[in-house]
C-alpha cells in the first residue's frame, strides 16, 4: 500500500532563480554574427525533455502490450515511464520544475496555519497544512486537521481522500477504504480514489475488484504510467487466480491536456527570464516533437496577457510561431516587438528572414537596414542584406552589401561565393 503515497500533493514551489534579459540591442562593431542570446542546454533541461517524450512512448507502448495480454511485459514498459516521469508531470511542470527549488515543510505548514485560523472553511488550506506537517514528520497532527475539517464539511471529496491517503500510509488500511469509496461516492470521477481503492483491494489479495477501479482511473487518465504499471499488475494477478481480466484500453491523446497550473507557472518563469525561452529553442530537433513548442507558445500567451507591452516575449513568441510553421503569425509578433522596441536587433532580423521567405525583399532589406543604421557591423547581416537585394534586382547594391561583409570577416566563404557568381552573371 506504500504506493498511495505516490498520489500526495506535491511541494511547493522554491523562488524563481531569474537572470535580466537582454533584447539583443547592444550592437558591438566588426562582429561576424549577430548576437543570439541563446543560453547552452543546462544537461538537466535537456534531460527532462527527453525524458518526459520517452516516457509517452513507453505508456503507449505499454497500453498495447496490455491490451494484447501481455501483462508482465505491460508491466515492464509502465515501470520505465514511471521512473522516468514518476509524479505524471505536464510538460509545462517538468520544465518549469528545472526551473525551481524546493520549499521547508515546517515553514509551509506555519504560513496555511495562518489561512486556516481565518478561514476554518478554507479547504485547500487546511489540506495543504495537513499534508505540510505529514512531510514535517508530524503524522497525527496531520490526521487531526483533516478529521476537524471532515467535522465541518462531511461531503468534501478532497478531504475524504487526503484522509484516506495518510491512514493508508499509516497502515490504517480499513479506514482509508471506507475514506476511499465515500470518496468515490461524492465524486465519481475521482482518479486518485480509484487508483487507492484499487490498491486495497490489492492488499485484500481481490485483484479482480482492483482491476476494476485501476481500469476506471486509466480510462480518465491514459497517460499515467504510474496506473498503467498498477493495472498491468493487477490484471496479472487476477490471471494468475483464475480470474482472467479483458481489457480494451484507449491510448492516451498524442498530446496532454492543457495543465493550467503548470502553465501559469512556466509563464511567470519566462514573463521574468525571457532567455529561458533559447534554452528551450536550442533542444535538438531530434530530442523533442510538436508539443514542446505548442506547450511554449501557449506559455508564453499567457505570460503576455499580464505583459502584452513586453517586447522581448512578443519576439520569443514570433519565433516559436516561426517554429511551428505560422509564418504570418510570426511576422504579426515580430512587427510587435518592434513597435514596441525598434532597437530589438534580433527582433528585426527575424523579420527580415520571415520577410525574405515571404518574398517581401524590399520590406526585409528595410529592415537589414535598420540594424546596419543602429551602428550593428555583423558580417552575417550584410550578407543576408546582399542575398536581399540580389532576389530584388539590385545587384550593385547586393555586391557593395557582400564585400561589406568581407570587410568584417575576410574568411566568409559564402560571401565570397556570393560576390564571386555576382560578378560573372
Known sequence: MNEIKTYCAKDEAGRIDATDSNNGASCPPNETSPPTGRRSVPRRLLHRVKAYFESKDLIRRGVCLLNAGKYEQAGESFSRAASINPNNDSLASLLAAAYLGQSKPDAAAEQFDQVVRRQPDNVTARIRQALSLWSGGHEREAVQLLRDGLAQAPDNAELQFQLGTLLASMQQYEEAEVRFAQTLAIDRDHV??????????????????????????????????????????????????????????????????????????????????????????????????????????????????????????????????????????????????????????????????????????????????????????????????????????????????????????????????????????
Do not use: W
Not at 519566462?270 to 510538436?290: K, T
Not at 547594391?397 to 565570397?416: F, P
Open 192 to 425: 486518485e480514489a480509484s487508483v487507492s481503492l484499487g490498491l486495497c483491494y490489492g492488499a485484500r489479495e481481490r485483484p479482480r475488484e482492483a482491476v476494476k477501479y485501476l481500469q476506471r482511473a486509466h480510462q480518465r487518465r491514459s497517460g499515467d504510467a504510474g496506473i498503467g504499471l498498477l493495472l498491468a499488475q493487477a490484471v496479472r494477478a487476477a490471471d494468475q487466480k483464475g480470474e482472467p481480466a479483458h481489457l480494451r484500453l484507449s491510448l492516451p491523446p498524442t498530446r496532454e491536456l492543457e495543465d493550467d497550473d503548470g502553465i501559469q507557472e512556466l509563464s511567470r518563469i519566462i514573463a521574468q527570464d525571457p532567455d529561458f525561452v533559447d534554452a528551450l529553442m536550442s533542444v535538438p530537433v531530434d530530442d523533442v516533437n510538436e508539443e514542446l513548442y505548442a506547450t511554449l507558445l501557449q506559455t508564453i500567451k499567457a505570460a503576455l496577457e499580464h505583459q502584452p507591452e513586453h517586447a522581448e516575449l512578443q519576439y520569443h513568441c514570433g519565433r516559436v510561431l516561426d517554429r511551428l510553421g505560422q509564418t504570418e503569425a510570426a511576422i504579426a509578433a515580430n512587427e510587435r516587438a518592434v513597435q514596441l522596441n525598434p532597437t530589438h536587433t534580433r527582433a528585426l532580423i527575424d523579420l527580415a528572414k520571415l520577410y525574405q521567405r515571404t518574398d517581401r525583399t524590399a520590406d526585409a532589406a528595410e529592415r537589414l537596414e535598420q540594424v546596419v543604421s543602429m551602428g550593428c557591423d555583423y558580417a552575417d547581416v550584410y550578407y543576408m542584406l546582399g542575398n536581399v537585394h540580389r532576389a530584388g534586382g539590385r545587384i550593385e547594391r547586393a555586391g557593395e552589401a557582400y564585400r561589406q561583409a568581407l570587410s568584417i570577416n575576410h574568411a566568409y566563404e559564402d560571401a565570397q561565393k556570393a560576390l564571386a557568381s555576382l560578378e560573372m552573371s
